[in-house]
C-alpha cells in the first residue's frame, strides 16, 4: 500500500483569500496526522500564493510524519529548504501565470540548474524527488542526476476521459514507473488525484507514495478532513487487494 502524502496548500488558499489567520495550515496537518496521513506536502510558491515561510517554520516543529516541501529550483525557496530541512524536497516547474502545476519538470532542459539545487539539499542530508511528466527520457535523467524518487505528473491521466483516452495515458504511467523500478528510485505520483481515478494509479508495481491535495481539501467540506484523508486512506487499501482486472477507467467509488 503506497504512504498517503497530504497537500495541504489550498488550505492555506483560502485563508490568503481574506488575508487573515484562519483556516490556519498546521491545524490542516494536525487533523491529516489524526486521520492517517503518511506525510504532509506543502509547496511553497515563489509568490507566496497559499503557503507563507511561517507556515514552513512552524510545520517543520510541529508535523510528526513526513514533511515533503515542493519547490522550484530557485535559489531563495532552496535557502529556506536547507534552512528548515524538511524530510524530502520534490522539485517542480513553477510559472506565476497558471493556476496550478501544468506539467512536469523538464530535467533534460534544466539540468544545470536542477543539479545544484539538488546539491545544496543534498549536503544537509534532505531526500530528493523530481516531479516529471510519465516519459522514460525524463525518468533516466532524474537517475542521472541522483534523484531518490520521481513523481509522476498524473494530470493528463486524470483529465482523460473514460475508456481509450484513460488508458493511453495510465499506459504511459505504468511504462515510466517500470522505467523508475528498473533505474533503483522510488516511485511516487500526484496530481488530479481523487477518491475516483486513484486506485489503478495506487495498483502500479512498487508505488511507494500518492501525493494528493485538491480532491481531499474539496471533500473535507462537506465530511471534515480528519474523515476525508481516512477515506482516502481506505482506497489506497482496497488498492492493495488482489490485482487490476478491470480497465483503469474503473475508479473507485465511495
Not at 486521520?35 to 507563507?52: F, K, M, S
Not at 524538511?86 to 519538470?105: A, K, M
Request: some cysteine.
Amino acid at each position: 500500500m503506497p504512504r498517503l502524502g497530504v497537500n495541504i496548500d489550498h488550505v492555506a488558499t483560502i485563508r490568503q483569500a481574506r488575508g487573515g489567520r484562519e483556516p490556519d495550515p498546521v491545524w490542516a496537518a494536525v487533523l491529516s496526522e489524526l486521520g492517517g496521513a503518511d506525510g504532509i506536502t506543502i509547496h511553497l510558491r515563489e509568490d507566496r500564493r497559499h503557503i507563507q515561510d511561517r507556515d514552513l517554520y512552524v510545520l517543520r516543529e510541529t508535523v510528526r510524519v513526513r514533511l515533503n516541501l515542493e519547490l522550484a529550483a530557485n535559489s531563495e525557496i532552496v535557502s529556506l529548504a536547507v534552512k528548515h530541512r524538511p524530510d524530502q524536497v520534490t522539485f517542480v516547474p513553477e510559472r506565476r501565470e497558471e493556476l496550478t502545476t501544468e506539467g512536469g519538470l523538464d530535467v533534460i532542459r534544466h539540468r544545470d540548474r536542477v543539479a545544484e539545487a539538488i546539491a545544496r539539499c543534498r549536503e544537509v542530508g534532505i531526500g530528493i524527488a523530481l516531479f516529471i511528466d510519465p516519459d522514460v527520457a525524463q525518468v533516466e535523467a532524474s537517475r542521472a542526476l541522483g534523484a531518490d524518487a520521481v513523481e509522476l505528473h498524473t494530470g493528463r491521466y486524470a483529465d482523460a476521459a473514460d475508456g481509450e483516452p484513460r488508458n493511453k495515458e495510465f499506459e504511459s504511467l505504468r511504462i515510466a514507473g517500470e522505467c523508475c523500478v528498473r533505474c533503483g528510485m522510488a516511485l511516487h505520483a500526484g496530481h488530479g488525484l481523487n477518491y475516483q481515478n486513484v486506485h489503478p494509479v495506487a495498483r502500479l508495481d512498487r508505488m511507494a507514495e500518492l501525493n494528493i491535495g485538491h480532491s481531499i481539501v474539496s471533500r473535507s467540506i462537506f465530511v471534515g478532513l480528519e474523515r476525508a484523508v481516512r477515506e482516502m486512506k481506505a482506497c489506497l487499501g482496497q488498492a492493495s487487494e488482489p490485482p487490476l482486472t478491470s480497465s483503469p477507467s474503473k475508479g473507485l467509488h465511495l
